[in-house]
Nanobody
Framework: VQLVESGGGLVQAGGSLRLSCAASGSIFRINRMGWYRQAPGKQRELVATITGDGNTNYADSMKGRFTISRDNAKNTVDLQMTSLKSEDTAVYYC???????????????WGQGTQVTVSS
């Protein structure tokens, strides 16, 4: 399974950015998809997740500013980020819990990450 992120970049504080992630491979079903981030010198942290039936979960600091969405038919997940702050600067990673065509077990997969830099 490959997860490929896009949409990162440099944005001014208060601005918006949209991240996208596409999953490909021998996929039977994708359960939960999500976004995590890791700032320099910090641990990777949850940003938001979304289940196959659309239930979402956000880290407290992202509520009201970030919106996660997915397209089950295309195996994609997006993250719309608004009112960005300098502390949102991090590498953002796409994550998916996937059941493959070849096994009934769920595996966890990560994208390579995309840099988001918010200038103040």
């Amino acid at each position: 399974v490959q997860l490929v992120e896009s949409g990162g970049g440099l944005v001014q504080a208060g601005g918006s950015l949209r991240l996208s992630c596409a999953a490909s491979g021998s996929i039977f079903r994708i359960n939960r998809m999500g976004w995590y981030r890791q700032a320099p010198g910090k641990q990777r942290e949850l940003v938001a997740t979304i289940t196959g039936d659309g239930n979402t979960n956000y880290a407290d600091s992202m509520k009201g500013r970030f919106t996660i969405s997915r397209d089950n038919a295309k195996n994609t997940v997006d993250l719309q980020m608004t009112s960005l702050k300098s502390e949102d600067t991090a590498v953002y990673y796409c994550n998916a819990l996937v059941i493959l065509n070849t096994t009934p077990y769920e595996g966890r997969y990560w994208g390579q990450g995309t840099q988001v830099t918010v200038s103040s």
